[in-house]
């Protein structure tokens, strides 16, 4: 009979988790697809010791421009259509597709952890923060991206991605601004684009 009660008592705990993860998980996809503009200032640090910082502004769906401050001469534009790396410093030029990077999961309006589409690998909870890592099956050279978000009140607070070189990027967000109106032109791409003024130590908390 205790026997009975113990794996009755660890399948009902275990249901508890599921049905648990599976309302953060859809709380997620609410929050994500319900982002209309984001604004905010970024840390970027690379597990081989890199680290660059600038500003990043997204419209949904699909547009995205990241601004690297002083020293880096790195400007990305993506107007929905296709992405543009541009290295200033070496005056280079490179076209980059959306469904060859993990982040434009963070870009979509119709984000949902179906298994098809976007398949979860991993998640964590804490008292304050929340953990999902993502893939995507249907781009298996595409490595998975882990979102971590602030529990409260509950925003996106970094991502990191597996580059090329295997190298662990982790992007982290301060400063953050959501829907309000955003120029068109921040997602035109201009050559002579110049990147924003160098962030203040006050802004990197």
């Known amino acids: 009979m205790k026997k009975s009660i113990l794996i009755f008592s660890a399948l009902f705990l275990m249901m508890d988790f599921a049905h648990a993860e599976n309302a953060d998980l859809n709380k997620i996809e609410n929050y994500l697809n319900n982002i209309n503009t984001l604004e905010a200032n970024f840390v970027q640090m690379s597990s081989n010791g890199g680290s660059a910082e600038g500003k990043i502004y997204i419209e949904k769906p699909s547009k995205i421009r990241m601004e690297y401050t002083?020293?880096?001469q790195i400007l990305i534009v993506g107007n929905g259509e296709y992405i543009i790396y541009n290295d200033q410093e070496l005056d280079q030029i490179t076209n980059i597709d959306y469904k060859d990077i993990p982040a434009t999961v963070i870009l979509s309006n119709k984000i949902k952890f179906d298994g098809k589409n976007l398949k979860v690998t991993d998640y964590y909870k804490d008292g304050g923060q929340t953990s999902v890592t993502v893939e995507?099956?249907?781009?298996?050279?595409?490595?998975?991206?882990?979102l971590i978000f602030d529990n409260a009140p509950f925003r996106l607070k970094q991502w990191k991605v597996i580059d090329q070189q295997n190298i662990e990027v982790t992007i982290s967000l301060f400063d953050a601004e959501q829907d309000k109106k955003l120029s068109e032109s921040l997602f035109k791409f201009n050559k002579n684009s110049q990147t924003a003024a160098p962030l203040s130590a006050s802004r990197r908390k």
């Open 136 to 146: 995507m099956p249907d781009s298996p050279g595409v490595k998975p991206i882990t």
């Open 70 to 72: 002083a020293p880096d």
